[in-house]
T-cell receptor
Framework: AQSVTQLDSQVPVFEEAPVELRCNYS??????LFWYVQYPNQGLQLLLK??????LVKGINGFEAEFNKSQTSFHLRKPSVHISDTAEYFC?????????????FGEGTQLTVNP | DSGVTQTPKHLITATGQRVTLRCSPR?????VYWYQQSLDQGLQFLIQ???????AKGNILERFSAQQFPDLHSELNLSSLELGDSALYFC??????????????FGPGTRLTVL
């Protein structure tokens, strides 16, 4: 079964600093990976996804992630964060089943951007 | 706004009771997914329906059941509620069932509190 591990439960940073949120996955089958963001009292919004091809994936709001097969990682990065980036971030892997699919989520990383 | 609607937004009930959570997918989406987000278990997949048929099942309790109706809206029924069922329940929808180019769009969630 697939599993996703987010290595940091909380990441505090100052505004305009770079940030990296770490995610590791385990899978013996094809890997499809996603990063979602959850703002307070809201649902999940897709930031970016890796399905195949280029290992550097660019998403919305200036975020990007790099798929690293040898390290089984899919870390999320942003070169300069804003206060508005304060939210919880979830890494997820898609599992395809016989006739359906599911997302397996990591535990989440709370990013807090301080002025 | 993802286009996925969930009602009610909040639900407070007592142990032993039964509740029904409702989800309307985005226009044109045929798949509906249910996820549970709790403090101790994180975000967990419950069940998927595609065009009225169950397609994938997670660790959904026997006290929980779901269905998707001909108009494609879905209901999640939770019975014999326990304190531990208190959680945020998300619905997501997607166009198809198992394809990887198949982004799941999440609703705002229903917060269930069992007293």
């Amino acid at each position: 079964a697939q599993s996703v591990t987010q290595l940091d439960s909380q990441v505090p940073v100052f505004e305009e600093a770079p940030v990296e949120l770490r995610c590791n996955y385990s899978s013996s089958v094809s890997v499809y990976l996603f990063w979602y963001v959850q703002y307070p009292n809201q649902g999940l919004q897709l930031l970016l996804k890796y399905l195949s091809g280029s290992t550097l994936v660019k998403g919305i709001n200036g975020f990007e992630a790099e798929f690293n097969k040898s390290q089984t990682s899919f870390h999320l990065r942003k070169p300069s964060v804003h206060i508005s980036d304060t939210a919880e971030y979830f890494c997820a892997a898609l599992t395809k089943e016989t006739s359906g699919s599911r997302l397996t989520f990591g535990e989440g990383t709370q990013l807090t951007v301080n002025p | 706004d993802s286009g996925v609607t969930q009602t009610p937004k909040h639900l407070i009930t007592a142990t032993g009771q039964r509740v029904t959570l409702r989800c309307s997918p985005r226009s044109g989406d045929l798949s509906v997914y249910w996820y549970q987000q709790s403090l101790d278990q994180g975000l967990q997949f419950l069940i998927q329906y595609y065009n009225g048929e169950e397609r994938a099942k997670g660790n959904i309790l026997e006290r929980f059941s779901a269905q998707q109706f001909p108009d494609l809206h879905s209901e999640l029924n939770l019975s014999s509620l326990e304190l531990g069922d208190s959680a945020l329940y998300f619905c997501a929808s997607s166009l198809t069932s198992g394809g990887v180019h198949n982004e799941q769009f999440f609703g705002p969630g229903t917060r269930l509190t069992v007293l």
